[in-house]
């Protein structure tokens, strides 16, 4: 089955940038899509965007559009969310997973990295 760990997450100050990666292994990687979602202390986790792994279509959650950029390497099995003018709102559990169809769920995730956006 997918194994995907995430990495690069960390404190940063308001204003400030981390670029978080993700990658995939353990089988043949050929999904639809790779989401970013994130949960918050206290909240649910929620939609940050995804990328077509084919075609590199993306959607962006209004919350971070302009903010943040995905993209990938299909030939690393990694996708990258590049996050920008971070906020403290920010803060979260930022987790990849896997979207295998156009019409499937988000099924497989990675152990999740703390983003921690504070003065």
């Known amino acids: 089955q997918v194994q995907l760990v995430e990495s690069g997450g960390g404190l940063v100050q308001p204003g400030g940038s981390l670029r978080l990666s993700c990658v995939a292994s353990?089988?043949?990687?050929?999904?639809?899509?790779m989401g970013w979602f994130r949960q918050a202390p206290g909240k649910g986790r929620v939609f940050v965007g995804q990328?077509?792994?084919?075609?590199?279509?993306?959607y962006y959650d209004d919350d971070v559009k302009g903010r943040f950029t995905i993209s990938k390497d299909n030939a690393k099995n990694t996708v990258y969310l590049q996050m920008n003018d971070l906020k403290p709102e920010d803060t979260a559990i930022y987790s990849c997973?896997?979207?295998?169809?156009?019409?499937?769920?988000?099924?497989?995730w990675g152990q999740g990295t703390q983003v921690t956006v504070s003065p």
């Open positions: 990328i077509t792994w084919d075609t590199g279509i993306v």
């Open positions: 353990g089988r043949t990687f050929s999904p639809f899509a």
């Open positions: 997973a896997t979207q295998f169809t156009s019409t499937s769920a988000f099924n497989y």
